[in-house]
């Protein structure tokens, strides 16, 4: 499955719901829950991938479409996060695993391929967000089909008086409104960690920055994310 012209991917789970959202960001920047577990399952990751990248640089063209498809969920999340906006999101992810493919000969496993992957699909969404030069705001109808029949939303929504509904309608509006009123770099920074579960370790290699630009990124987005949505702070959904 090498991308080709015209292949149309699948989107994966965008923003989550608003109240797991808000729970996220109370979180402030806590390190993940379990450090070591984390660890040998980067681990194990990583020998996976090696394994399909040597198959790859060895002329198994069959090798990287494992990598596509392993890698298109979380990376079509990531992207449509940035850019809010489907179509974008499908030419991105074209470009970036061309050239992934084309210049995976030249990978020497000095970072995970996860890393490398990733910085290729940051660095090429954030270069494309800088050459648009304009925001996108997501309206409720491009919300995300996935999110709509999210477990928690639904339980959230599932007793719910009409003003109820209208109240989470407007508080999921207001959170991708919000989301996009980041720079592109911040907004990046939230994805990464809050909505795909990143560590800042790895969030740092992928950024070649160092953990502590990550946490002061993390911590100045979490605070304007949390003054956009004070509103809704101040008067819960219950």
Do not use: C
């Not at 959202?21 to 980067?42: H, I, T, W």
């Not at 990531?78 to 493919?101: G, I, R, W």
């Not at 490398?116 to 050459?131: D, E, G, P, Q, R």
Request: overall charge positive.
């Amino acid at each position: 499955m090498r991308p080709g012209p015209g292949k149309k991917m699948n989107p994966a789970i965008a923003l989550p719901s608003p109240r797991r959202f808000s729970d996220l960001l109370s979180s402030g920047l806590r390190g993940r829950a379990n450090p070591k577990r984390d660890v040998m399952e980067q681990q194990a990751r990583s020998d996976e991938d090696q394994k399909l990248v040597s198959r790859t640089q060895a002329g198994d063209a069959a090798a990287f479409d494992e990598l596509v498809v392993k890698y298109t969920p979380r990376l079509y999340g990531l992207v449509y996060n940035m850019t809010s906006n489907h179509e974008d999101t499908n030419d991105l992810l074209q470009d970036v695993f061309s050239k992934a493919y084309k210049s995976i000969g030249g990978f020497r496993g000095k970072s995970s391929f996860y890393t490398w992957i990733h910085s290729i699909a940051v660095n090429m969404t954030l270069n494309f967000l800088k050459k648009r030069g304009r925001r996108f705001h997501l309206s409720l109808d491009d919300m995300d089909a996935s999110v709509q029949n999210d477990k928690e939303f639904l339980e959230l929504t599932a007793t719910s008086s009409p003003v109820r509904e209208a109240d989470l309608s407007e508080l999921q509006g207001r959170l991708n409104e919000a989301m996009m009123k980041l720079s592109d770099e911040h907004r990046a920074v939230v994805t990464m960690f809050h909505i795909q579960g990143m560590p800042h370790a790895e969030i740092s290699k992928i950024l070649r920055v160092s953990e502590g630009t990550v946490r002061s990124r993390l911590f100045y987005a979490n605070r304007q994310l949390q003054n956009y949505l004070e509103e809704f702070r101040k008067n819960p959904v219950s």
